[in-house]
């Protein structure tokens, strides 16, 4: 039985050593190792065989078993890549080719900017509470320490609507969204914190630096013992995250009629770095948001008793924001809905 | 406010450069705007005297004056025609850096040969100096200029431009401005010394005032000056009201306005001899009565503003304008002169209904404290004796019904840092108030009784003495901390994350957001009609539009959207897909409008770029159908598309979005004559939901369904049913049985054999069952129930 072992051997790998191609490698496959092959033959018949034999026969037979199923496995492999070379060659393209494009769609960069800010809020525990654009006279100016003929007034200049409420109060666009701090004091119940974005209005003509529409957000802070260091420390820390850590970050003493004491919070211009320009006025700070402790008279208004509770407040204007980030010098971009415009963010 | 440093440094030594006090104000509440310098070129520039002229040998025109400059002479050459011997001028020499006269640039002055005569230096005009455009005279300096200084010592100057909050009207003066310079820099104050002779008859004897309306005027003041010369004011003073941005009148106006600048008190100068019956009469204006004010213009009052009368007639706007009837002019010998304090509110109103913004008013509607009248009153009538030559009549007229005592307020170092997070002793708070002008006393071992001076009517309560505190230490003691507090409990509007959803969903599918104005015109939303029709409802109109074009708040967002395509049609060749999601406005009787929120997308051009792979196929219909389905999908929203009959969509290709029972919505193609109107000239497709309203179906709470363990078994049919039979009606029937898991259209034809009239709809049908697998028996049963029922219902016959 061995020698024939042997000669089956040697024919089985000078023929498989010759196979260039999967079918003749499934022929082979089939004549050397498949059910009715010699081999398995000679495997299925070794129990017949005397002892002395068997064990001699056998253990050459699984042998070659064994070095046939290498070479085929050899061989397959050895066919795949010469197949995926080939390949290669064959179906170049041209991958400097543009691929097939998608419609690109973006948010516009005043959601992208209210989205930022609301989430470095948020991640200091603030909420998110809107109110009306439309609002009442009391909201906007009376709860916020502003009645009739006050000054204030004159700088904020106001649209106002023809409809009126039956006891006479006017309905205006809100000029500020500090209007909602005036709504979330009076029907929250503290502890409070939340930011307030929104649209504004004002009755201004179009130029480079106004439209009579944009955005803000508003926030209040209403618990006990709330101070103006962490007015402070909440704001720098909206400024580091927004503007960066190296940016330089300025508060000074400014008026609000709702706040007391008040505050104006200022980066260091972008443009110039502080040294002074034509953005900054020469002065080398930027405002970016006015901010203050609440004033007593306001949280009393609202139902919250000034004795108890301590309270900070801040609005911020958004168009300035990405204005000052992407060096946009006309605000009237944001609303011309231009795609040349809007597409860059 | 215009603050001229030479004036200020009259009541304070100010050693701090311009730069940093502009610094120290700007962080402690009153920033500068601006620093401007009067003469910061003026190197070469002296004061000089011309001692002759003679004229140029050569040219008519030119002459040589000779200008004495304290150490030597210089002769030069000078076309001016006011060149008078004796007259103080500012003399350049060569290297003086001035204004061409003629071209407006900077040059260097040289020496020059003009005309065949040596020039080494020159009498200088305004406009060469900078200070003005005057070119046709040089500037002659008052006599009291000394020969030989600097220029830039005698007339240079630092102007600071402050920016005054509404709080302060105390610093709308000089002395306001000094008296916060002091406090932070430590240095003393020195307000101006006033004493003048009176002479009898008292005044008391010469004039009566009457407040007839206390509650707009708690305090009218005046002074009786005869024998005044109206003449220029002096120079000094001219060139302080000119740096404040005043224009000098005559001696008496200027003193009123230089007092006011000063010491921030409006005054107001009458003629004397024009009050009729000696007689001061405070009180509101009849409706409908008329003055003449100073402006010439004859001004129509009413009952809720305030006016000073005689016995006859109004002779000033109180604290806005005076009357043309009783103004001082080139006769007038004797002067009444008024220091009221007048309802700020009242002063408000009637400036801003006449439109007539002033100094005065300016100063009043900010609040005017009652005390500061007589100080002031005093300084403008020892200067008007001083300066117009006039006899002061003994005493002051003064009615005060408006007296207030001030009400101290109690303070604590405890509460001062409970509110500002950091400790200030009670020695640094009384220190700091005190250098303000405040009265501190102990009230009890911790806590202090303080009382304002009477210039600071904006201070009330204890958190503007912190503020004061805080401010003059400045606000970079205060440290920076994070909120300590737990953090409270949130609930935010399910409409938040909605909205965020749906944004991202549509920037997803390639849809550029765009965010327009809440305002618009009746003009634009009748283009959305395709027949002119009455807008119904009327929008919100505004009271006070500031252009046509934004004169109502929009009731939809489709007119905004369609003017952009338009817009960006110009530039752009490939497909177009916007969304705007905001809020309409909608009018609710007696009530703040209803604002809902919506969703407004608009789709028209190619449905890809122009690329090497495109067709160059266009949107439709079913591409803008489907970001409704994909949308409304990725929601968890089922809606279904109903006929619609929106007057702004092409009538026969929109669709009502339905969810629920309630018609949320609408998708179609642009009615033509809409878009006609917008002047789009391609098919372009919108869609709209109101998302508001479609809030409650995206909340609704969603259980998992187990992932089928059984295969499925797909079967295609196709079926031939008549035009009028819709998709909608064969699937309906379909998805009936309950062994049915899908559908799926994948072919609709008509045309060769079809039969005319007829149309080929094929379905890919997939069953399974929950329970076991399908075989074939059961799944061809049940599709044969579903082609009869087909077959009865819809006449459809399976297509051979």
Known sequence: MLPQLEELRSKALQELASIDDARELESWRVRYLGKKSKLTTILRSLATLPLEERRTVGARANELKTELENGLRQKE????????????????????????????????????????????????????????????????????????????RDTMSTCWLEQQKSDKQAMLLRTHTTAVTARVIESMEPPIRVIEPGKVYRY????????????????????????????????????????????????????FPFVEPGVEMAIECLVCNGRGCRVCGQSGWIEILGAGMTHPQVLE???????????????????????????????RLFYSSDLRFLRQF | MKVPLKWLKEYIDLTLPPAELAEKLTMAGIEAGGIEVIGERWDNVV????????????????????????????????????????????????????????????????????RGVESSGMVCSEKELGISDNHQEILVLPPDAPVGAPLAEYLGDVILDLEVTPNRADCLSIIGIAREVAALTGQSLHPPKVSYEESPPPIAEQVAIEIADPDLCPRYCASLITGVKIAESPQWMQRRLLACGMRPINNIVDITNYVMLELGQPLHAFDYEKIMGRKIIVRRAEEGEII?????????????????????????????????????????????????????????????????????????????????????LKRATQLMAELAGGK?????????????????????????????????????????????????????????????????GDIQQA??????????????????????????????????????????????????????????????????????????????????????????????????????????????????????????????????????????GLLSGTREEKSWHGDGSLLDFFDAKGVVEGLLAKLGVAASFEPSDDASFHPLKQAAIVIGDRRLGVVGELHPKVAAAFDISEPAYLFEIRVTDLLPFTLEH???????????????????????????????????????????????????QVPEGKKSLAYRITYQSPTHTLTDEEVNKVQEQILRKLSQQLGATLRG
């Open chain 2, 47 to 114: 004061v000089g005297e011309i001692v002759a002229v003679k004229p140029h040998p050569n040219a008519d025109r030119l002459r040589l004056p000779t200008v004495d400059l304290g150490t030597e002479q210089q002769t030069v050459v000078c076309g001016a025609p006011n060149l008078r011997v004796g007259d103080k001028v500012a003399f350049a020499r060569v290297g003086a850096e001035l204004i061409d006269g003629h071209t407006g640039q900077l040059t260097r002055l040289k020496p020059a040969k003009i």
């Open chain 2, 292 to 376: 003449v004010s100073l402006d010439g213009v004859e001004r129509t009052l009413s009952h809720d503003m305030l006016v000073i009368a005689d016995e006859v007639r109004a002779v000033a706007i109180a604290g806005v304008m005076g009357g043309a009837n009783s103004e001082v002019t080139e006769e007038t010998t004797s002067i009444l002169l008024e220091a009221a304090s007048f309802n700020p509110a009242s002063i408000h109103h009637t400036s801003r209904s006449l439109s007539l913004p002033s100094e005065a008013s300016m100063r009043f509607e900010r609040g005017i404290r009652p005390e500061l009248t007589i100080p002031a």
């Open chain 1, 204 to 255: 201004e003509a179009s130029d480079a630096t106004h439209v009579p529409m944009f955005h803000q957000i508003d926030g209040v802070a209403v618990d006990k013992g709330i101070t103006m260091a962490d007015l402070k420390g909440t704001l720098y820390e909206f400024a580091r995250r927004f503007f960066g850590e190296e940016r330089k970050v300025r508060f000074r003493c400014d008026y």
């Open chain 2, 702 to 752: 969603k259980m998992f369904q187990p992932i089928p363990r059984f295969p499925p078994t797909v079967r295609d049919i196709a079926l031939i049913v008549d035009n009028g039979v819709s998709h909608q009606q064969v699937v309906d029937i379909i998805k009936g049985f309950s062994l049915v898991k899908q559908v799926t259209i994948f072919d609709v034809y008509s045309g060769k």
């Open chain 2, 463 to 600: 958190v503007d003495l912190i503020e004061e505190v805080a401010r003059i230490a400045g606000y970079d003691k205060i440290p920076t901390t994070m909120l300590s507090q737990p953090l409270p409990r949130q609930n935010p509007a399910p409409i938040i994350g909605l909205r965020q959803k749906i944004r991202n969903s549509l920037i997803g599918y390639g849809f550029q957001e765009v965010i327009t104005y809440s305002l618009t015109s009746l003009e634009m939303l009748r283009k959305l009609r395709p027949e002119a029709q009455p807008l119904e409802p009327t929008p919100l109109r505004l009271a006070n539009p500031m252009t046509a074009d934004q004169e109502y708040l929009r009731p939809t967002l489709r007119a905004n959207l369609l003017a952009i395509l338009e817009a960006n049609r110009r530039h752009e060749e490939d497909g177009i897909r916007l969304f705007e999601l905001g809020k309409v406005y909608l009018v609710r009787e007696g009530d703040l409008p209803d604002e809902p929120e919506v969703l407004c």
């Open chain 1, 301 to 331: 208004r609202g139902g919250i008793d000034p004795e108890v509770y301590q309270s900070f407040a801040f609005g911020i204007g958004i168009e300035r924001l990405p204005m000052l980030r992407y060096g946009i010098d006309d605000i």
């Open chain 2, 392 to 456: 002061v009549a003994q005493g002051v007229a003064d009615v005060y019904p408006g007296r207030r005592k001030p009400k101290p307020i109690r303070l604590s170092a405890e509460k001062t840092k409970a509110l500002l997070g950091v400790e200030f002793s009670l020695e640094q708070i009384v220190s700091t108030l005190t250098s303000l002008g405040f009265e501190c006393q102990p009230a009890s071992a911790d806590e202090i009784q303080v009382t304002p001076p009477y210039w600071r």
């Open chain 1, 77 to 152: 492999e050895a066919l795949r890549e010469a197949e995926l070379a080939k390949g290669a060659k064959q179906e170049t393209i041209d991958i400097t080719l543009p691929g097939r494009p998608l419609p690109i769609g973006r948010l516009h960069p005043i959601t992208q900017t209210l989205n930022e800010i609301c989430e470095i809020f948020a991640s200091m525990g603030f909420g998110i509470v809107e109110g009306p654009d439309v609002e009442w006279d009391y909201y906007n100016f009376e709860a916020l320490n502003i009645p009739q003929e006050h000054p204030a």
